[in-house]
């Protein structure tokens, strides 16, 4: 017996239903009613689609379902109309490509020779530590985050101590980018425990290296300037080496503003290298290419450090669709995040008015939507009741960490018929709730000091 066996039927993707959103296309110009995930399922391949049995709506990995763009297919097509499929020998193309994308976006000057090459940023996180860190130690992460970091920190010897987010309490004052919890539906904002991190960089044995997660996995947090300056401080006083995953960074919301760290540790005079890749914003992880930024001088002496195999490894189809990425895919990039914001809208009103009990938090960046279940009446692990009873695929919160159990993560990368799917699903297994009750009152306070 598998979990269909012992499922009702759910109800699947119906196309009829219009979505919440003027758009009738993916960022690519292809409609909404060819991303059903009944027609995605028979031309896709990837985890997204076999991970589950085919009743389960696939919500979980970030993946897209939106097309590729097209400047993107072109790019990678041409390489292999070429015959093009050898070995890496450096950043070629990609870095001047990568660089003017920072300056325009992000007014980040990066020389090209400070750009180097890695598999994916997993790679490049593990990579960076054991070049930076050779010895290991203890690192610390601010939690909860995604789940990825435990699982790649298995392969350094670090112990890994978890610093959980904090309550933002300088959210609801119009702060330009910063989400606000002023609708019953929406969760505490979050941010940086600047207060705890240090007292873990001051402790003894004290802290050697730092994952930081900017935008920060699962929130959508982009952290503030200020913020992110005081990290940079902290980390120099104590000789604390920075990671910087800055993968959803382009997928930055208008009216946020994302700040790369690179900059601020090296005013600091802090250690730092960042990590970035188009594969979250243009839907490319499968393409297998990163790029590492020394922050100065110095962390790039490290970088070059690296084992030459670091960027043999990587794919040369990879490096040009990064680099088309970067240049010629800026208006689908632009197109996904419009949309993304609309199926968030969305997906904010259907949970108030059909999910009581569950909030979310709003991100500034990104398709990921953290969402608390622990007000829903689905028990303790409420991630199983949804996908064994509604069978909709989310990611359980309890494997992002301290912070993280009663929570899970959605991907909203989709048509919005998909999401209107999800919340029925979703809706059809909450038990009755009480009328004389508000929504809110059912939730509870977010505890970000819960164990997992």
């Excluded at 600091?268 to 594969?279: C, I």
């Amino acid at each position: 017996m598998n979990d269909a066996d012992c499922a009702p039927s759910p109800t699947a993707v119906d196309p009829s239903v219009p979505p919440s959103t003027e758009a009738t296309a993916d960022p690519a110009g292809v409609p909404f009613a060819a991303l059903d995930p009944r027609l995605l399922r028979e031309q896709r391949t990837s985890l997204k689609w076999t991970r589950f049995a085919p009743d389960v709506l696939p919500l979980f990995v970030a993946e897209m379902d939106f097309a590729i763009a097209p400047e993107i297919q072109r790019a990678m097509i041409e390489r292999v109309q070429a015959s093009d499929l050898g070995y890496v020998d450096g950043a070629g193309s990609l870095a001047p490509a990568f660089t003017a994308f920072a300056l325009d976006r992000w007014g980040w000057h990066v020389p090209d020779e400070h750009v180097h090459l890695a598999t994916d940023v997993a790679t490049a996180v593990v990579e960076a530590l054991r070049v930076g860190r050779p010895a290991g130690g203890r690192l610390a992460i601010s939690t909860p985050t995604y789940p990825g970091f435990f699982e790649m920190l298995e392969e350094v010897p670090f112990e890994v101590v978890e610093v959980p987010l904090t309550r933002d309490a300088g959210a609801g004052t119009g702060a330009p980018g910063r989400a606000t919890s002023g609708s019953a539906v929406l969760a505490p904002p979050v941010r940086l425990d600047l207060a705890a991190i240090e007292h873990a960089f001051a402790s003894d044995p004290g802290i050697d290296a730092f994952i930081l997660c900017n935008p920060h996995n699962p929130h959508g947090l982009v952290h503030t300037q200020a913020d992110l300056a005081e990290l940079a401080r902290l980390a120099a006083a104590y000789d604390v080496f920075v990671v910087s995953d800055e993968i959803h960074a382009p997928l930055t919301f208008p009216g946020a503003r994302f700040t790369p760290f690179a900059p601020l540790a090296a005013e600091a005079g802090a250690l730092s290298v960042s990590t970035l890749s188009a594969s979250k914003g243009w839907n490319l992880a499968g393409a297998k290419c990163a790029v590492l930024v020394a922050a100065d001088a110095s962390a790039n002496e490290l970088l070059r450090r690296l084992p030459p195999e670091t960027v043999t490894r990587v794919s040369i189809l990879g490096l040009h669709a990064n680099a088309a990425a970067f240049t010629a895919g800026r208006e689908w990039l632009d197109r996904a995040i419009a949309q993304v914001q609309a199926n968030v809208a969305l997906l904010t009103d259907l949970v108030s008015r059909r999910l009581p009990g569950v909030r979310l938090v709003a991100p500034e960046a990104g398709y990921l939507v953290w969402l608390d279940l622990r007000g829903a009446g689905l028990g303790s692990d409420p991630y199983s009741r949804i996908l064994h009873d509604a069978r909709v695929a989310l990611n359980d919160g309890a494997a992002f960490g301290a912070g993280g159990a009663g929570y899970a993560r959605i991907n909203v990368a989709c048509a919005p018929q998909t999401i209107h799917a999800a919340v029925d699903r979703i809706a059809s297994i909450l038990p009755p709730f009480d009328g004389g009750a508000s929504p809110e009152t059912r939730s509870p306070n977010l505890d970000l000091e819960e164990s997992r």
